[in-house]
């Protein structure tokens, strides 16, 4: 089949390396290129986690963590730092009660414990904690390196600098891909179109008719020091949820060669896509320092540097994979897509396909499809 796939981020890149060594005709096409800082996937690191508050999300990434290792093997290198993850705050219960329930590995911690775990970290007195061992930091640019390699390597095109104008239904069947390239109009015809374009998805969704209400906001992330006084590089990841977890809070991973993490889990501002000025806010960044010295007392919080990037939140906070006719959509990444990214491929490819997902997973992805927002 030809292929056509909109956006070359986590979701949109890992479909289109997939689909092009499963032997497709493959073209990914872009507003800009891959691992890009004005959407959602550029960045050194993420974190990757088998702890989340649902099941079925517990179950999609035990699947996830197998598709890193298979992906990591075929790339002949390593894309994840394991570390662990101590989980505190809102919804611990629920983590540790659906870790439970799907037989992972997972431990509740005292403070004698999470001093041997994370001696730097101050313990809040207000929560039980829980720690579980598969989780880590992604190395994030360079799992996108690998999924452009794959992608290359099996033959696909990756053509930056499109500005898409439309994705239109063909009557006789496939779909038609219409785009600026470099000040001159392209067309594209295809089989199938994977429409993966992050903060950009709404307006084209809207353009077909697909009624979904997606807000894409701009967050930040800070990186500090760390210092030479700590093994900070070798530290466990932290998600600290507030009581109502109402939002993610606050969290921290290590990212070696550069600082440790944090990021607070609050919009600096709306996205527009006309807007593409990525600097700092500095207030923001003082707050996420000021976390840091609270949290981590004896790290050195100095401020290495601050990065903004997009994430688009779906109406439940979960992600937004179907098919419609010849288009397959996925967006609503809710900044936790990342992590995901393996998974990504292999369901879109399942998609585009129309072949049927391992059944440990398969009303798991089934849920994220368009059908629950039918009586919003």
């Known amino acids: 089949m ?8 986590a979701m949109g890149l890992s479909a289109a ?3 092009a060594n499963r032997g497709h005709e493959v073209t990914a096409i872009d507003r800009f290129d891959v691992g890009h800082r004005f959407a959602s996937s550029s960045g050194a690191t993420r974190v990757f986690r088998l702890a989340h508050a649902d ?10 963590h197998e598709l890193w290792k298979r992906l990591e093997t075929d790339i002949g290198r390593p894309l994840r730092l394991t570390r662990g993850l101590l989980w505190r ?13 799907e037989g992972v590995e997972h431990e509740w911690v005292d403070r004698a414990r999470q001093a041997e775990l994370f001696p730097e970290l101050r313990w809040a007195d207000d929560g039980p904690v829980v720690w579980q061992p598969e989780a880590g930091a992604v190395r994030a640019d360079d799992a996108l390196r690998a999924s452009l390699t794959r992608l290359r390597r099996a033959g696909g095109a990756l053509v930056g600098g499109c500005t898409v104008r439309a994705v239109e239904p063909r009557a006789s069947g496939g779909v038609e891909v219409v785009a600026d390239v470099s000040g001159a109009r392209r067309t594209w015809v295809a089989d199938r179109v994977v429409l993966a374009a992050g903060p950009w998805a709404g307006p084209l969704l809207g353009d077909l008719g697909i009624e979904v209400v997606l807000t894409p906001c701009l967050a930040q992330v800070t990186y500090v020091k760390g210092g030479d006084a700590v093994p900070w590089a070798s530290r466990p990841c932290l998600v600290d949820v507030p009581p109502d977890g109402a939002s993610f809070g606050f969290y921290a991973l290590p990212s070696p060669g550069i600082g440790f993490k944090v990021g607070l889990d609050q919009p600096v501002r709306d996205f527009l896509g006309s807007d593409l000025d990525r600097e700092p806010d500095a207030a923001r960044e003082q707050e996420a320092v000021e976390r840091v010295r609270r949290e981590l007392p004896a790290f050195d919080a100095t401020p290495v540097r601050s990065e903004l990037c997009a994430w688009t939140e779906s109406a439940d906070d979960r992600f937004v994979i179907d098919r419609i006719g010849d288009i397959v959509v996925a967006c609503g990444d809710s900044g936790q897509g990342f992590k995901f990214l393996p998974m990504f491929g292999e369901v879109l490819a399942g998609l585009v396909e129309e072949k049927p997902l391992p059944d440990a997973v398969a ?13 919003r």
């Open 17 to 19: 390396a997939e689909l």
């Open 55 to 64: 099941r079925d999300f517990v179950r999609m990434a035990i699947w996830n």
């Open 89 to 101: 705050g809102g919804l611990t219960n629920e983590v540790g009660d659906a870790l439970a329930a």
């Open 2 to 9: 030809r292929v056509v796939v909109v956006g070359v981020g």
């Open 363 to 375: 009303a798991d992805v089934a849920s994220l499809g368009l059908a629950r927002f039918a009586d």
